[in-house]
């Protein structure tokens, strides 16, 4: 069953669920889950180093183990990303918001304020949603999109001094310190990006654990079982 969120508010019952995200959906965004969070581990401590041990650095190598470990990650998050924005053009009408909110309604800024005051808090007023609520539209596309995509390159250009000139990472990605000659510019622009990151996983799990518990659908089971359920417990709120 495919129905957007505005043919969901013309309904006189709302139905018990509807299958939004498909299974390609759920592997990546779990994938994309576990990567993240080990990206973002093992970048901290690349950037702040464990304390020096005894002993030959050879007998150890903790460091080399953890930028290895950090560069699988990063080609897993990279080539899940890839496959994410194929997804979002043939996959089901749900998956191509990734790529393309539909910013251009009025009824989605209208959505997007009363969102950004339901999370504030400001109202109790709460509606339904079969897919991302407007104000997670918004987020997803800054986070997933446009600072994922800018991790991926920044990441492979630093990435690229490791397996030298003429390289596949240096053809590719080498262009970034034509930008930016500062290999550690770059890097800090790359650990920025990191806490960014950071601060969007926060968030994600707040609001995905309060729609659980507060609002008029599931939140974290939609993305484990692709089925959005609904609490019947009245008309939906106009917005």
Request: charged share 15%.
């Amino acid at each position: 069953m495919v129905i957007s969120s505005d043919e969901l508010r013309k309904l006189d019952k709302v139905p018990e669920q509807i299958y939004v995200f498909e299974l390609p959906v759920r592997i990546w965004h779990w994938t994309h889950a576990f990567s993240i969070f080990t990206l973002i581990f093992t970048g901290y401590l690349i950037a702040v180093p464990l304390p020096s041990l005894h002993g030959e650095a050879s007998m150890h190598f903790i460091m080399g183990n953890l930028r290895m470990i950090h560069f699988i990650a990063g080609m897993v998050f990279s080539v899940g990303l890839l496959m994410r924005f194929y997804w979002a053009v043939v996959g089901n009408v749900y998956s191509r918001q990734l790529l393309f909110p539909r910013i251009h309604r009025k009824v989605f800024w209208q959505e997007f304020w009363h969102e950004v005051k339901w999370y504030a808090f400001m109202t109790r007023k709460c509606g339904k949603f079969v897919a991302h609520n407007p104000l997670a539209q918004i987020a997803i596309f800054f986070f997933n999109v446009i600072l994922a995509l800018f991790m991926v390159i920044t990441g492979l250009a630093l990435y690229s001094q490791g397996t030298g000139d003429g390289s596949w990472a240096d053809v590719m990605f080498g262009w970034v310190f034509v930008i930016e000659p500062s290999s550690q510019l770059v890097r800090m622009w790359h650990l920025f990006g990191m806490w960014l990151m950071l601060f969007f996983v926060i968030i994600h799990i707040y609001m995905s654990i309060r729609e659980d518990v507060h609002s008029r659908q599931n939140g974290v089971g939609t993305m484990i079982s692709g089925w959005r359920r609904f609490r019947d417990d009245g008309p939906m709120d106009p917005q």
